[in-house]
């Protein structure tokens, strides 16, 4: 029988000691791909976080107009007394911010029609939701430990400007003890629902790199969603 020779086979292995100069350009391109991806959700979830807090304490405003029946039909001020949340602009000139509280006394205070003992209770961390428009925002809302910090939507997401349009009040509505929104309440002197919003309110929200985002506030029911989130 004739034996078959045994083979040799001797296998060679390429030592590879760095990235060429094409996949080292692959690379780079796709890491500034990812960067960009990241560095747009991060935006994304900076503005939806925006409005969902502030939907959040519009909401609130309702609920608490709906727990806390202001009417005083013997008194022809009462429909001061409704909840309402009011955007402002702060004194030096640093942004936005916002309030929510009820002028409880009828005495039509200037400081968005309620004092700060009238105001809102965060419930997150037992703050009052108020600020004085003729404090600047800047220099005392990191020290002011009475005053709830959420409040201070330029300071928290960049949001530049409010624009408000439909049946909004001037940068305020609020809401009667069945959850109905009203507009122009604020210094009412006869009790004759005059202030019942008829048409949708819209707030629009800038942001700094000139986003947008908004919140509509239907009338009738007050229900208030996200636009084009209508189940937000």
């Not at 083979?7 to 080292?24: D, N, R, W």
């Not at 107009?65 to 702060?90: M, Y």
Request: some cysteine; charged content about 20%.
């Amino acid at each position: 029988m004739k034996q078959v020779p045994y083979l040799h086979f001797h296998v060679y292995h390429k030592t590879k000691s760095a990235f060429t100069m094409l996949e080292l350009i692959f690379v780079i391109i796709v890491l500034g791909i990812l960067a960009s991806m990241v560095l747009t959700r991060i935006e994304r979830d900076i503005r939806q976080e925006a409005a969902d807090s502030i939907l959040s304490d519009i909401r609130y405003t309702q609920h608490l107009a709906l727990i806390d029946d202001k009417h005083q039909f013997d008194n022809p001020k009462w429909q001061q007394r409704f909840w309402r949340i009011v955007f402002s602009s702060c004194s030096d000139g640093t942004g936005r911010y916002y309030m929510i509280g009820t002028d409880d006394d009828m005495d039509s205070s200037t400081n968005a029609f309620f004092e700060y003992d009238e105001a809102a209770v965060d419930p997150s961390n037992g703050k009052r939701m108020f600020w004085e428009n003729t404090k600047p925002c800047a220099s005392d809302n990191d020290t002011n430990t009475s005053v709830s910090d959420r409040i201070f939507i330029t300071k928290n997401y960049g949001i530049q400007t409010v624009t408000n349009t439909g049946g909004c009040g001037a940068g305020h509505i609020g809401f009667d003890h069945l959850g109905r929104p009203h507009a122009g309440f604020s210094n009412s002197a006869q009790p004759n629902s005059a202030s019942y919003m008829t048409q949708r309110c819209t707030f629009t929200f800038t942001m700094s790199d000139g986003d947008t985002f908004s919140i509509n506030v239907e009338p009738e029911t007050g229900y208030a969603y996200i636009s084009n989130q209508p189940e937000s």
